[in-house]
């Protein structure tokens, strides 16, 4: 995290000190924050696409909409490309089995739910 971000995660309300940092994430770095109970804090790339917008309205329209095993986010500094999500515990699997197609099936299957399909088009501009 650079200074300004970690002053963002500060100024938010949570400690940035131990945080440990998630490798993977493609257009953003993940922390663990060290809170009780635990928080990601999610640094977004800066560029011309407001990741970190998208990724907290997106969120949230899930959470709206009865998807709730994803992270929700708990606050967010869009300028400075900086969120806090909750910390879902699990593990990255390593082997894909057929309780995890299910699982992938089944979460397509409810972004696909009309509601969030029609703002998914609108805001993303879908084919």
């Known amino acids: 995290m650079t200074n300004k971000q970690l002053e963002c995660v500060e100024l938010l309300g949570y400690t940035s000190q131990g945080a440990v940092r998630i490798h ?3 257009n953003n770095r993940l922390f663990i ?8 804090a999610k640094i977004y790339h800066q ?8 990724d907290v309205k997106i969120s ?8 709730n095993n994803i992270a929700k986010p708990l606050d967010w500094d ?5 969120a806090i999500f909750d910390f ?4 990255k699997p390593d082997k ?10 089944d979460f397509i299957a409810n972004i696909n739910s009309n509601k969030i399909r029609s703002y998914l088009d609108k805001t993303f501009h879908a084919a």
């Open 88 to 91: 879902l515990d699990g593990e």
């Open 33 to 40: 924050l060290k809170t009780e109970p635990a928080c990601i």
């Open 96 to 105: 894909i089995n057929k309780k995890y197609i299910h699982q992938i099936a």
């Open 78 to 82: 869009l300028a400075n490309h900086v």
């Open 60 to 67: 949230e329209l899930f959470a709206q909409n009865g998807i």
């Open 47 to 54: 560029d011309e696409k407001n990741r970190a917008l998208h």
């Open 24 to 26: 993977g994430g493609g």
